[in-house]
């Protein structure tokens, strides 16, 4: 059994490492290639690409990398033309992986996709690539099969991994003791996003919210995890010009522990308003797109949700404030991100409601996502 498996993010990497991991239980001989990551590549995966070389977000931002990207999946297409994989799994990065997909599913090889595109929410003429693309798609929300079989996409749903990772009750006061934090301390969490392009947009309004913050509350500690390396020194670059005198704890893929220990959380949309929902904390949602980025999105109608957090859309109402390009600066991050220190009642309601969602999600995603890879291989 040859696999074929392409993942460009930190989260896909989590996600294909528990799918190999599992699909090797299946099939104990198995063998790996393709790009992906440090998870990926302990459980065995043959790397042909590290996938920091699929991570670029924005339309404008793609541009600029373009050529090579489409040169990488022309060379990656020609390969598995030449010695066809038994199964292809794209993980997320649909951009990439469905053109991909579809090349190979028209030789005849098995393909699945984990990880919906945002069709439901984001450019919903994309569903037409993806009924042309997959055989199978491996869903990790609950909403998302009925959407998609609805459009002729053969859907599984299989719960989300960090939901079964993390706990449903988060060790707050484990977390502080590890962070040196008091345990009756107001803690708040700033979260300015993974990728270089968030960072360097999100720092300065969240740094400036952060201090306007800590000078509203007396005896505010502040928490920040960051991504890497070049994440963490563009943070101190803008820490130094835009809040020199801020003291921050700060630490690397430290993500989880500073979540459990905040009360309140200010973070990038994204992933993170996942985590921060998974970790029951109330959270503030800022983001700043490329503004030629935005101004095309908007033109176009692009985008078809009320809501851009992923903890919004989950528990169905705007439990968390949204802040989006122009609305994302302090004068609007920091009286609602104080209003959480301040209403004790409204916190425990938002909590309540993060626990039911996450007790939706919490199955065991690996194996779930592993039987239907085998039951299509099966019906092959």
Same mark, same amino acid.
């Given at each position: 059994?040859?696999?074929?498996?392409?993942?460009?993010?930190?989260?896909?990497?989590?996600?294909?490492?528990?799918?190999?991991?599992?699909?090797?239980?299946?099939?104990?001989?198995?063998?790996?290639?393709?790009?992906?990551?440090?998870?990926?590549?302990?459980?065995?995966?043959?790397?042909?690409?590290?996938?920091?070389?699929?991570?670029?977000?924005?339309?404008?931002?793609?541009? @600029? &990398?373009?050529? +090579?990207? %489409? #040169?990488?999946?022309?060379? *990656?297409?020609?390969?598995?033309?030449?010695?066809? !994989? $038994?199964?292809?799994?794209?993980?997320?990065?649909?951009?990439?992986?469905?053109?991909?997909?579809?090349?190979?599913?028209?030789?005849?090889?098995?393909?699945?996709?984990?990880?919906?595109?945002?069709?439901?929410?984001?450019? @919903? &003429?994309?569903? +037409?690539? %993806? #009924?042309?693309?997959?055989? *199978?798609?491996?869903?990790?929300?609950?909403?998302? !099969? $009925?959407?998609?079989?609805?459009?002729?996409?053969?859907?599984?749903?299989?719960?989300?991994?960090?939901?079964?990772?993390?706990?449903?009750?988060?060790?707050?006061?484990?977390?502080?003791?590890?962070?040196?934090?008091?345990?009756?301390?107001?803690?708040?969490?700033?979260?300015?996003?993974?990728?270089?392009?968030?960072?360097?947009?999100?720092?300065? !309004?969240?740094?400036?919210?952060?201090?306007?913050?800590?000078?509203?509350?007396?005896?505010?500690?502040?928490?920040?995890?960051?991504?890497?390396?070049?994440?963490?020194?563009?943070?101190?670059?803008?820490?130094?010009?835009?809040?020199?005198?801020?003291?921050?704890?700060?630490?690397?893929?430290?993500?989880?522990?500073?979540?459990?220990?905040?009360?309140?959380?200010?973070?990038?949309?994204?992933?993170?308003?996942?985590?921060?929902?998974?970790?029951?904390?109330?959270?503030?949602?800022?983001?700043?797109?490329?503004?030629?980025?935005?101004?095309?999105?908007?033109?176009?109608?692009?985008?078809?949700?009320?809501?851009?957090?992923?903890?919004?859309?989950?528990?169905?109402?705007?439990?968390?404030?949204?802040?989006?390009?122009?609305?994302?600066?302090?004068?609007?991050?920091?009286?609602?991100?104080?209003?959480?220190?301040?209403?004790?009642?409204?916190?425990?309601?938002?909590?309540?409601?993060?626990?039911?969602?996450?007790?939706?999600?919490?199955?065991?995603?690996?194996?779930?996502?592993?039987?239907?890879?085998?039951?299509?291989?099966?019906?092959?």
């Amino acid at each position: 059994m040859r696999i074929a498996i392409v993942a460009a993010e930190a989260s896909g990497d989590l996600l294909a490492a528990g799918l190999m991991a599992q699909l090797r239980r299946h099939f104990p001989a198995a063998q790996f290639e393709g790009i992906g990551g440090p998870r990926m590549q302990a459980v065995g995966m043959q790397l042909i690409e590290p996938m920091e070389s699929l991570s670029v977000m924005g339309l404008v931002e793609v541009l @600029r &990398h373009l050529p +090579r990207l %489409l #040169r990488l999946r022309s060379a *990656l297409t020609a390969r598995w033309s030449q010695h066809p !994989p $038994d199964l292809f799994i794209g993980v997320d990065a649909p951009d990439f992986n469905l053109t991909l997909e579809r090349r190979l599913r028209r030789q005849g090889v098995p393909v699945v996709h984990y990880v919906s595109p945002t069709v439901w929410a984001w450019r @919903r &003429h994309r569903v +037409r690539k %993806l #009924r042309g693309s997959v055989d *199978l798609l491996l869903s990790i929300f609950p909403f998302e !099969p $009925d959407f998609l079989e609805s459009h002729g996409v053969h859907s599984t749903y299989v719960g989300h991994r960090l939901a079964g990772d993390m706990p449903l009750q988060p060790d707050r006061a484990g977390a502080r003791a590890a962070l040196g934090l008091a345990p009756d301390a107001p803690v708040l969490a700033v979260l300015p996003g993974s990728r270089r392009s968030e960072v360097e947009r999100l720092a300065r !309004p969240f740094l400036q919210t952060a201090s306007a913050c800590a000078q509203a509350l007396p005896g505010l500690r502040i928490v920040t995890p960051l991504a890497g390396e070049a994440s963490a020194a563009l943070w101190q670059q803008q820490k130094a010009m835009h809040a020199p005198h801020l003291e921050i704890v700060e630490g690397l893929h430290a993500s989880r522990e500073m979540l459990a220990a905040a009360d309140v959380v200010l973070t990038a949309s994204g992933t993170a308003t996942f985590e921060a929902l998974l970790s029951k904390r109330p959270m503030v949602v800022g983001y700043k797109l490329n503004q030629l980025t935005y101004l095309i999105a908007k033109w176009l109608k692009l985008v078809k949700l009320e809501h851009v957090a992923m903890a919004n859309l989950l528990s169905g109402e705007a439990l968390a404030p949204e802040f989006i390009q122009d609305a994302c600066e302090p004068e609007n991050l920091a009286p609602a991100v104080i209003a959480f220190f301040r209403d004790p009642a409204r916190v425990q309601a938002i909590e309540r409601a993060y626990r039911r969602v996450h007790e939706s999600l919490a199955l065991d995603t690996d194996a779930q996502a592993a039987q239907a890879v085998v039951d299509l291989l099966k019906q092959r």
